[in-house]
């Protein structure tokens, strides 16, 4: 199964310890996110592409590298 990177972004955002539980997380927020159009789709078109994993397989996608960087605290 090949991920893009929207969509592996999508899951390291949302990731939890468990793909079972991350694909839960997707479906929980899948109606909040029904006002962006775009993410809406890309949530959509993700979670039918995860329930084709093994937990071993999505533990292999390495997801903290495609996380979105938080930006540092300013040190006061």
Known sequence: MR?????LMLMAMFEQPTLKETIQMLTEVQPLLAA?????ALVQ???????QLNE?????LEL???RPEEPE????
């Open 3 to 7: 991920f893009d990177e929207l969509e």
């Open 36 to 40: 962006d159009a775009e993410m809406a």
């Open 45 to 51: 078109q993700t979670i039918p592409k995860m329930q």
């Open 56 to 60: 071993q397989q999505f533990k292999g």
């Open 64 to 66: 903290e590298w495609h």
């Open 73 to 76: 605290k300013e040190k006061t």
